[in-house]
């Protein structure tokens, strides 16, 4: 499969818990994309790295997110201390450069207990 | 901030009959993308455009981006039941993000 893989597909915690996410993008890919999408919304951009350099940030990342791209392979995106106003899909998408379209991946649902 | 604004937000249609989703957006766009998500599913790449007054088809999506490059749309002919899903437009400014629109949802009854 050479598409977007992310994992794991669900998640649920309690809140106050710390949470990572993974995202393993098409390869060839130097673009990643992190968005969060919640019930009957468009995907809200998070942040965004070329190779693994985090470009650009949301300011709804709060401190408590924080996602890194060692090697500029795969990233991962970690909430600490999870609230409930995090519950979402957490999406990640990759491109092959500025413009292309992205590929999404199936996402990570995150519900906060 | 950039905003990206959709109607309508829900249409249901006939199969058969013709849909058209429309896509504003606060701020001029260097180029815009269309995505479809099946309920259930994540964002599928449609197409992109780029330039003033384009206009795209592929089979019975026809995609057409404003003189202005601030509005744009789709249209879909004689929708079919594999159509269902909610169409996406999402934004660039020139930077590398990506702002989506608020999306319409389309439902077929058969």
């Known amino acids: 499969d050479t598409g977007v893989s992310q994992d794991p597909r669900h998640k649920i915690t309690k809140r106050g818990q710390n949470v990572t996410f993974r995202c393993d993008p098409i390869s060839e890919h130097n673009r990643l994309y992190w968005y969060r999408q919640t019930l009957g919304q468009g995907p809200e951009f998070l942040t965004y790295?070329?190779?693994?350099?985090?470009?650009?940030k949301s300011r709804l990342l709060s401190d408590r997110f924080s996602a890194e791209r060692p090697k500029g392979s795969f990233s991962t995106l970690e909430i600490q201390r999870t609230e409930q106003g995090d519950s979402a899909m957490y999406l990640c998408?990759?491109?092959?450069?500025?413009?292309?379209?992205?590929?999404f991946g199936s996402g990570t649902r995150l519900t906060v207990v | 901030g950039q905003q990206v604004m959709q109607i309508p937000q829900y249409q249901h249609v006939q199969e058969g009959e013709d849909f058209t989703t429309y896509c504003n957006s606060s701020?001029?766009?260097?180029?815009i993308q269309w995505y479809k998500q099946r309920p259930g599913g994540h964002p599928v790449f449609l197409i992109q455009?780029?330039?003033?007054?384009e206009v795209k088809k592929q089979k019975r999506l026809t995609f057409q981006f404003g003189e202005a490059k601030k509005n744009s749309s789709l249209h879909i002919t004689a929708t079919q039941t594999t159509d269902v899903g909610t169409y996406f437009c999402a934004g660039s400014e020139g930077n590398e993000k990506l702002t989506f629109g608020t999306g319409t949802r389309l439902t077929i009854i058969p």
């Open positions: 998408a990759s491109s092959l450069y500025q413009g292309y379209g992205y590929t």
């Open positions: 455009l780029v330039k003033s007054g």
């Open positions: 790295f070329q190779n693994e350099a985090q470009l650009e």
């Open positions: 701020t001029t766009l260097s180029n």
